[in-house]
């Protein structure tokens, strides 16, 4: 392993530390070395406190060996002024002579203005290590910037036979418990790493869901729903304003509160790209569907999806709620005591 894919592989490390945290705002960990010495380190801890690479030079103890060091950043440098001033203006100032940058940043804001501004300074700029590791480290990031519409996880649990659920017409009858108590786990893990998270009217009415972390640490999603009458009853867990919530709807009458949110759309004109469009403006660079079958087999025909988690169980239903298709390729697979785990990907290459 080369020196330079050795101190990547810690930015990498340092940047996932904040999972869940940073949001909308990528995941970024930046080293410094001197005479192969890592001296500083830092990454970017929450949404809004400073970047990586200010850290990283701030923890440097003895400041002249700057004027001799790499800096190591898993993601460009950025130009512009936001919460925090640029770093790329504090990179020039310390006069840190080479960096390493594993991606650009697909940021109009930035998208070359960092590398532009360290090459116009004499820095030596290397780009490109390991940038398929840093890509997918910030894919929801990269999704959100370059497409405007939040990357979109796909997840559900399904029998053996390929069922999600019985045949239910009303909310006395609960889900048949398909997953167990470490996939109920990882569900949890994939709430806490997406900014938001959507279910169907019927999913919503059915099962009355809370949508909320319990199982894993980290902050709750937003919670969304499509209700284009009012299907949802008032005392349900998604309307009681404990969480933030979006609730898409034809009803015009609605009225909104700090936590409870109703955005009227019509339904008959592309719902998804509409829904999708809007939460893009408001921030939120990522989608957990977690249901239901409807829903989901309408994200896959619309092609607006990324990824899909599956998880198979050994139970069999023999009748019920037909689990949707992705229809592409198996990108990854992994088996756990009675469980399957199989990850669908809708794109061959990401950039």
């Not at 532009?116 to 290590?129: E, H, R, S, T, Y």
């Not at 470490?182 to 009217?201: D, E, P």
């Amino acid at each position: 392993m080369t020196y330079d894919l050795k101190y990547m592989f810690r930015c990498l490390q340092l940047a996932k530390i904040a999972n869940g945290f940073v949001a909308p705002n990528p995941m970024v960990g930046a080293v410094i070395v001197h005479n192969h010495r890592i001296i500083g380190e830092g990454y970017h801890h929450r949404y809004g406190d400073a970047h990586a690479e200010p850290v990283a030079i701030h923890s440097v103890k003895d400041k002249g060996l700057l004027k001799e060091a790499t800096l190591y950043v898993n993601l460009e440098p950025c130009s512009h002024f936001g919460k925090t001033p640029p770093c790329a203006n504090l990179i020039v100032e310390t006069g840190i002579p080479k960096v390493v940058i594993g991606t650009s940043d697909p940021n109009p804001k930035v998208s070359g203005g960092g590398i532009a501004l360290l090459l116009q300074a004499g820095i030596d700029v290397v780009v490109g290590v390991l940038e398929n590791e840093c890509y997918e480290l910030n894919k929801r990031f990269f999704i959100w910037q370059q497409e405007q519409r939040p990357f979109v996880l796909l997840k559900w649990a399904q029998s053996r036979d390929g069922y999600i659920d019985i045949k239910r017409n009303d909310a006395q009858t609960g889900p048949v418990q398909i997953s167990n108590l470490l996939t109920k786990q990882l569900t949890h893990k994939y709430r806490a790493q997406n900014q938001s998270i959507m279910v169907s009217t019927n999913t919503a009415v059915l099962d009355n869901p809370s949508l909320s972390v319990r199982r894993w640490s980290g902050k709750n999603p937003v919670r969304i729903t499509l209700d284009r009458t009012g299907r949802i009853p008032s005392d349900y867990h998604l309307l009681d304003q404990s969480v933030p919530t979006i609730v898409f709807t034809e009803q015009t009458d609605k009225t909104s509160t700090e936590k409870l949110e109703f955005i009227p759309i019509t339904f008959s004109e592309d719902t998804l790209r509409q829904v999708l469009t809007i939460l893009a403006k408001r921030g939120i660079h990522s989608v957990l569907v977690e249901g239901g079958s409807q829903l989901l087999s309408n994200f896959i025909a619309s092609g607006l999806w990324d990824e899909a988690h599956v998880e198979i169980s050994n139970l069999e239903l023999h009748d019920g709620v037909p689990a949707p298709s992705p229809g592409v390729l198996v990108e990854r697979s992994c088996l756990m005591e009675d469980h399957q785990w199989i990850d669908y990907i809708n794109r061959t290459k990401k950039f």
